[in-house]
């Protein structure tokens, strides 16, 4: 057996980094292009298709093109529509992960991707501190404080705390809008994904 599993997150770059030339999260995207942001954070993660089954560019690819004043193909090309997984999950041993990190700083830079999630998760820790205790539950859950996987769907939360789906959206929502008003909120988006927190509220 494979001491570890790796997992590669894709994404289509051309796309992201129009937007980020921009200074624009995925939700400011959706909004002024008028699509669900759900839908935009799947097509620059390669979740959707960008095109219809009859080969078709889709309406909000279009869309799409038309804000950044691009023709669909330079935004999703040949490669990306041939993508059938946005992730690859392979187990790897640590000798093949040296081959890929070969560079020393590089090496040296993977230690610390730990420190940062003990920092987020001390910050958090802190955070929720202040909070009622269902927002907070909720939220160290969505967190993945204690040990626990970050982001597990809402209805495990909910079976968690032996409550429904409906009422842990409404601990989320509470409990970030609580959390943007605090003192800490200013460090914790140093390394929180706000456009993946938008994305998990609205599953």
Request: charged content about 30%; proline content about 3%; aromatic content about 6%.
């Amino acid at each position: 057996m494979k001491e570890l599993e790796m997992t590669v997150q894709l994404r289509n770059n051309r796309l992201k980094k129009r937007r980020k030339e921009l200074n624009m999260s995925q939700k400011q995207i959706a909004d002024a292009i008028g699509i669900s942001l759900q839908l935009y954070g799947a097509l620059e993660t390669i979740r959707d298709a960008p095109r219809n089954k009859d080969g078709q560019w889709r309406p909000a690819v279009m869309k799409i093109a038309a804000f950044f004043c691009e023709e669909p193909e330079e935004l999703f090309s040949p490669g990306i529509e041939k993508i059938k997984k946005s992730s690859i999950c392979q187990e790897v041993d640590v000798e093949a992960l040296d081959l890929l990190t070969s560079d020393q700083q590089q090496r040296l830079a993977l230690p610390s991707v730990c420190v940062e999630v003990e920092e987020l998760k001390g910050l958090i820790t802190k955070a929720l501190k202040g909070l009622p205790v269902k927002e907070a539950a909720v939220l160290r859950y969505m967190f993945g404080i204690d040990g626990e996987e970050a982001f597990i769907t809402q209805t495990e939360i909910a079976k968690h705390l032996n409550t429904s789906k409906d009422m842990v959206r409404i601990y989320l929502r509470k409990g970030l809008r609580n959390l943007r008003r605090g003192p800490y909120w200013r460090d914790l988006i140093l390394f929180t994904d706000e456009e993946k927190i938008e994305l998990y509220l609205q599953t």
